[in-house]
């Protein structure tokens, strides 16, 4: 991902808002100079560029991710089968950066970064509810397993739904980049899971 975090227009997005001129609106920024993360004398290629696809993209992905984390937390606790762990861990691993991530680019876009829960209630495409959280809390042994891949898989198809919208609707270079590898990851991630929901018992 260090690919991601250097790409020139999130490094010039979070640069400007710490020198107070990344004073945009929900469209796009104004150009404006950019400066690397190494050398404020250093200009970069282009100017900071971003739309309100970029700003939806990462208001709701954060959320999205933020039940994702949950759901792998309650996976490395309950789990019987080493396979679900093992997804967990990894989706874990891959999304909790990326929360880091979007959270920055939104604060240098100047725009609110969402809060753990905040989006509990919304019905964004491939979120869990309340109750179906619950119920998984709920849920002990290979049924466990059983439920929380099912969720899983949904929550994914809802994650790599929104990763194709920004690719298609999306400004910001860095934003587009990681939609596409949110998208490869988490289509290679719903086959694993699927493949893996037939070996698990079913009652």
Not at 99 to 109: K, R
Request: hydrophobic share 45%; charged share 15%; with cysteine.
């Amino acid at each position: 991902m260090t690919h991601v975090y250097r790409t020139t227009a999130a490094s010039a997005a979070l640069l400007a808002a710490v020198f107070g001129v990344a004073g945009c609106g929900d469209s796009e920024a104004g150009s404006m100079p950019g400066m690397n993360h190494g050398s404020p004398s250093t200009p970069v290629s282009a100017a900071a560029a971003f739309n309100a696809a970029d700003v939806a993209f990462a208001t709701q992905m954060i959320p999205h991710h933020q039940q994702a984390v949950t759901m792998a937390d309650l996976a490395l606790r309950k789990a019987t089968t080493a396979e679900v762990k093992n997804l967990a861990t990894a989706i874990k691993a891959a999304q909790a950066p990326e929360i880091e991530q979007l959270s920055g680019w939104l604060t240098g876009w100047g725009k609110p970064v969402p809060t753990p829960g905040e989006h509990s209630g919304h019905t964004m495409t491939g979120m869990m509810s309340p109750q179906e959280m619950d119920d998984l809390n709920k849920a002990t042994g290979s049924m466990f397993d059983r439920m929380w891949v099912e969720m899983m898989i949904k929550h994914h198809q809802g994650a790599v739904a929104m990763a194709k919208t920004e690719q298609t609707s999306g400004k910001d270079a860095a934003s587009v980049a990681l939609a596409k590898k949110i998208q490869t990851a988490q289509t290679t991630e719903i086959a694993t899971m699927q493949r893996l929901l037939g070996r698990l018992p079913t009652a």
